[in-house]
């Protein structure tokens, strides 16, 4: 029953994280230092249960997923409040829980032989982030199929939209942009062009003297909260993905 209640209590959290960072792309810090004091109640009551085994263990899985993100951090492939969160979700829930409801256990696929929760958490969503291409390739091929078809690297990375409907908000042109003596010339840029005030006044008045079509391709910045919370949920019911995957593989 209490590995029930442990996953419920952090559910808000994840949620509302997730609501955040969608609106401002930030989440302030107050959100896991109350989620930890909530999940401090399951520690302690796991500590008198378990005793000076579970301690340790909750140590060594906090101290590895710290490690862990901290090296992703630094090297600029993780935020602040996703590596927050995970560190909160190895103290409250260090492995895998155990729940059974209504005669069928979870997780389906069983516990992985690395049974650190938090980083199979992390492994999961990484790999749910593949489902972003896909559904944006599938709609540029129902919307713009000629022109998806032409820019297949475009196609899973962004979308088409008018220019004149441009707004500031938390997508980047997946282009640059220069005038030239022939016209103004957009090239794919890994980094892409921010949509400020200026660039997009720009590309208004651009579209204003017919010195361009009336698109633009852009990508929207996908929270990764919201995969991490999709990871959460999947490592509670189903396992592992990761490993099963690779397991499915193996007896191919």
Known sequence: MIEILKVLACMPFLLYACYAD???????NETWVVMFGVGFIFIVADFMELGLPYLIRNILSFAFIFAFVYVLFQFGAFGGADAKV???????????PAIVLFG???????????????????????????IVPIGLGMYNLARNPVESIKKPLYM???????????????????ESYSQTD?????????????LSNNVIKELKGYL?????????????????????????????????????????????
């Open 208 to 252: 204003k003297e017919g010195k361009v079509k009336d698109r633009v391709w852009i990508t929207p910045g996908l929270p990764f909260m919201i995969p991490i919370t999709a990871g959460f949920i999947t490592a509670v019911v189903f396992g592992d993905l990761i490993f099963y995957i690779t397991m499915e593989f193996m007896m191919m």
């Open 156 to 174: 899973i990375t962004g979308y088409m939209t008018p220019i004149s409907k441009l707004e500031k908000g938390h997508f980047r042109m997946i």
């Open 86 to 96: 995970l560190m909160v979700i190895s103290l409250i829930i260090p492995t895998f």
């Open 104 to 130: 069928t256990s979870y997780p389906l696929n069983g516990v992985p032989p690395i049974d650190l929760f938090a980083f199979s958490v992390f492994g999961n969503s990484v790999l749910l982030t593949v």
């Open 22 to 28: 969608i609106k401002t792309r930030r989440v302030a």
């Open 182 to 194: 022939s016209g103004l010339k957009f090239r794919f840029t890994r980094s892409g062009t921010e």
